[in-house]
């Protein structure tokens, strides 16, 4: 994107397309006034200047035909009190694909542009008024699909990780400037660099407990916010006929899934989602993995053990009321290596073999219910379950913290690293310029979070996630 053009106009329809209530078209730029007052017509007649935070009643007309377009009310914000930071219009308008579009027309033919996708954002951004994790909150609110979720982008929005960065920040900036100056009293004046090596340690001290630690603790954050933004991953896996489909009906509340007496009917993977404290889960049903499938089966088989690759835990269904077989134990050969969750099913059935011989074979720390897919109350207790281990539990640490998101975590982790190699360093007693170098390092990966250096190609895959009138 061409940045000169941040001194043009731009206007987009911000409401989805088509027939609603409302359409709204948004327009920033130093020509935001110029235009409004072409295509506007107060209801009074009178030729009244637009106020600024004001809505005006009115019509859209053609300038050319003094036609009436739509009765639209109308917002003009004078900068900086926007949201893009400059003059925005905002034209409250019908929707429709015909209005919309003749309206956007107009405005185009006023004088601005068509925004890119997410350039009143981009916008915001580049006049400052919001960093740049603080715009990627803007992308995970419209996209939160729970509550929890929404909470989250919320608070990033409002600048409680920027202020946390920049706190580390800060603290990396002293130590960098004491090594500064201890090079140069090291230099020019020994004793007092004994003092300077004293206030030293100091700042070191306060580098690891107010940065590294603080800062280890946020990637661990990581994979919760992953959950929250994204939503957990449930797979339900296990041999034919234990009644996967069964228990992913149950969960759903609906009959999603073909359930028959008969092994090998569900030959693809099925998924759906439900919500779970507040969370989105989504879950899939998968085909029984057997021994000697037919060619149906084996690519569906081989879909499930991609699924399981994916899934944040795995539910693995046994039939407690028939004897294990070798086909239990190549399920178990496919996830153990996963996080999993033994379920041994139609206990409502007299039990085939007893607990011991589960746990004996397929040892590990993994949690085991026996349910029924068929009792309600059964299905109940294991969303409990599965709520207060993988949803309740890692929520709360994630309330009071931050949660980076990947791109964030990456900076994290560089600095990190840079710190550590820093903290060998300067524990070693070499307060050279080494050390400064890595803090330097470190800082500027703080910095890429809330995008200080204006790297296009970032911005160009960040904004791009947005819609087009964000
Ligand atoms: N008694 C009893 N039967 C069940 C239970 N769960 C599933 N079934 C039955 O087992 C058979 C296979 O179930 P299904 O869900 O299709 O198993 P899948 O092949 O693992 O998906 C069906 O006849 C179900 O009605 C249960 O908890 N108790
Ligand atoms: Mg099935």
């Keep these: 994107m061409d940045f000169r053009l941040l001194q043009d106009t731009i206007c987009a329809i911000a409401t989805p397309i088509g027939e609603g209530g409302i359409g709204l078209i948004k327009i920033s730029g130093p020509d935001a006034l110029n235009v409004a007052t072409q295509l506007f017509r107060h209801r009074s007649g009178a030729d009244k200047t637009l106020e600024s935070h004001r809505l005006n009643y009115g019509w859209i007309i053609n300038p050319d035909t003094r036609e009436i377009v739509d009765e639209v009310l109308l917002a003009y914000m004078a900068a900086p009190g926007t949201y893009t930071r400059e003059d925005v219009v905002e034209i409250n308008c019908h929707s429709g694909y015909a209005v919309l579009d003749r309206i956007l027309r107009l405005v185009v033919a006023c004088g601005a542009r068509p925004a890119e996708p997410g350039e009143f954002t981009r916008r915001?951004?580049?006049?400052?008024?919001?960093?740049l994790s603080q715009a990627e909150a803007v992308i995970d609110i419209i996209r939160s699909r729970s509550e929890q979720a929404l909470l989250l982008a919320n608070r990033h929005l409002r600048g409680d990780f920027r202020s946390v960065i920049e706190s580390w920040r800060e603290t990396i900036l002293q130590v960098q400037s004491r090594?500064?100056?201890?090079?140069?009293f090291a230099e020019d004046i020994p004793e007092e660099a004994e003092q300077e090596e004293h206030a030293f340690r100091f700042l070191l001290d306060e580098l690891r407990r107010d940065v590294m630690l603080p800062l280890t603790e946020a990637l661990l954050r990581y994979g919760e916010g992953r959950m929250l933004r994204?939503?957990?991953?449930?797979v339900l896996v296990g041999k034919p006929n234990v009644g996967k489909s069964s228990t992913l009906n149950a969960l759903l509340g609906k009959d999603r899934a073909i359930v028959t007496a008969a092994p090998g009917t569900t030959r693809d993977v099925i998924e759906d989602s439900f919500l779970l404290s507040g969370v989105q889960v989504r879950v899939l049903d998968t085909a029984g993995i057997r021994n000697q499938p037919d060619e149906i089966e084996s690519c569906g088989i081989e879909r499930t053990l991609r699924s399981v690759g994916e899934a944040d835990v795995v539910l693995w269904l046994i039939d407690h009321s028939r004897p294990l077989t070798s086909e239990d134990h190549k399920v178990y050969d496919a996830v153990r290596g996963s996080r999993y969750v033994v379920l041994l099913n139609k206990s409502d059935l007299p039990p085939a073999f007893g607990?011991?011989?589960?746990?004996e074979k397929f040892a590990g720390p993994a949690p085991l219910l026996r349910i029924?897919?068929?009792?309600?109350?059964?299905?109940?207790?294991?969303?409990?379950?599965l709520a207060e281990t993988f949803v309740r539990?890692?929520?709360?640490r994630c309330r009071s913290e931050i949660?980076?998101?990947l791109r964030q975590k990456r900076c994290l982790e560089e600095a990190a690293a840079a710190l550590s190699r820093a903290e060998e360093l300067l524990d070693s007693g070499a307060y050279g310029e080494l050390a400064?170098?890595?803090?330097?390092?470190?800082?500027?990966?703080?910095?890429?979070?809330?995008g200080w250096e204006n790297d296009g190609d970032l911005l160009d895959r960040i904004f791009s996630q947005f819609c087009v009138g964000k």
Excluded at 124 to 131: K, M, P, S, T, V
Excluded at 393 to 396: A, C, I, N, Y
Excluded at 444 to 449: M, R
């Design 124 to 131: 915001a951004f580049l006049n400052g008024r919001i960093d």
């Design 179 to 184: 090594i500064e100056a201890f090079i140069d």
């Design 230 to 234: 994204e939503g957990l991953t449930l």
């Design 355 to 359: 607990l011991e011989k589960v746990h």
């Design 372 to 385: 029924s897919a068929k009792a309600p109350s059964d299905i109940e207790r294991l969303k409990t379950f």
């Design 393 to 396: 539990k890692p929520l709360e």
């Design 403 to 405: 949660v980076p998101n």
């Design 436 to 450: 400064g170098f890595e803090l330097q390092t470190s800082r500027k990966q703080l910095e890429a979070i809330l």
